[in-house]
């Protein structure tokens, strides 16, 4: 099987399976990185929302082929790390708004609100409604008002 090379939570990995094996089986069950949750398996619930290179993407449906050395994968394991904390600063939003009920979905959906923060201040502007509701991540607790109060007070701190 072929080698493939990439950056996990900012440690170069090396795993060895084909070329089509989807990331969330490789960080999942080669890695034993947990925190992107298996919901779907076809890009739909958002459960395993990770960034690629600061970007959120879901990672069952990225092909472990398709990633270069140089590419960073950042879990929610790693999330921290990004800002030199213990807990990020949308972490921690959530727990002041304790956001979480099963808390399944709580990892994609930080990831998610993560990317979409960074993303809105890349382009000098502040979080709208709009943007909020382009969020697609599901919640079967139903807590996105909590998760929308979270990432607004997160907004501010980011």
Not at 95 to 122: F, H, K, N, S, W
Not at 131 to 148: A, H, S, V
Request: with cysteine; net charge negative; aromatic share 4%.
């Amino acid at each position: 099987m072929p080698k493939h090379t990439f950056r996990l939570n900012g440690e170069e990995v090396t795993v060895d399976v084909r070329d089509d094996e989807r990331l969330l089986w490789v960080l999942r069950d080669v890695l034993g990185v947990t925190g992107p949750k298996y919901g779907c398996g076809i890009n739909v619930c958002k459960a395993c929302t990770s960034h690629l290179n600061g970007r959120a993407v879901n990672p069952c449906a990225v092909p472990v082929g398709a990633l270069k050395p140089t590419d960073e994968i950042t879990t929610i394991e790693g999330l921290a790390a990004t800002v030199d904390a213990e807990l990020h600063p949308m972490q921690e939003a959530w727990l002041e708004q304790d956001v979480a009920q099963c808390g399944y979905c709580q990892p994609g959906q930080i990831m998610a609100a993560v990317a979409l923060v960074r993303r809105v201040a890349e382009e000098g502007r502040e979080v709208t409604d709009e943007d909020l509701d382009g969020i697609r991540n599901i919640c079967r607790c139903g807590t996105y008002p909590r998760i929308r109060e979270a990432i607004r007070s997160a907004a501010g701190r980011m």
